[in-house]
């Protein structure tokens, strides 16, 4: 079955950094969701790139579907961006399910 | 507009026991999936259903079943709980099975001793 590999693992930042998460996968894919799971668990949709370029306030995305992979990108970190992100997939026009990476976890220290 | 919603938010079950997590959505989604989430690791899909009155099984659907209940419902029933299914479950749905986002619920967090 398809991989998807999320790098790095873990990220530590000073409040105000730059960050950039990457997530590959080893097939062609439907869609990709960018997550946050908060540190209360909640999972929040931050981008539905299947392709292309996407921009949400200090949060970017793009995803170059030839070339298998995708990046977020964080610019001025804040304390509130920390937890973990995931990057999914959906391989199967089928099923719909999503397959997930094992996440990065951020920590922004103030 | 409560998007998915699911109950209960904690539960803590013995070995043995049965129980039914809930879940629905009023987006008028077509789609709707169980996952659960270990520790350290990303979501496994339990089952799902591509539209109302059919279900499938995902990767991990040992141990449990679904039901379609109608257009917003979707159920997750462990009918006799292992510490393996020790877990926190996110209920999520879709417009339909492809080319859509997918939205979460808040998760139910399940211990079983």
Redesign the interface.
Known sequence: GIQ?EQSPPDLILQEGANSTLRCNFSDSV??L?W?HQNPW???I?LF?I?SGTKQNGRLSATTVATERYSLLYISSSQTTDSGVY?C?V?V???????I????TTLQVKP | NAGVTQTPKFQVLKTGQSMTLQCAQDMNHNSMYWYRQDPGMGLRLIYYSASEGTTDKGEVPNGYNVSRLNKREFSLRLESAAPSQTSVYFCASNPRRSYNEQFFGPGTRLTVL
Do not use: E, I, W
């Open positions: 998807v439907n869609n969701q997550f668990g909640q999972l949709n539905y299947p995931f999914a959906v199967s026009s089928n099923t719909g399910k999503l997930f990476g094992q996440g």
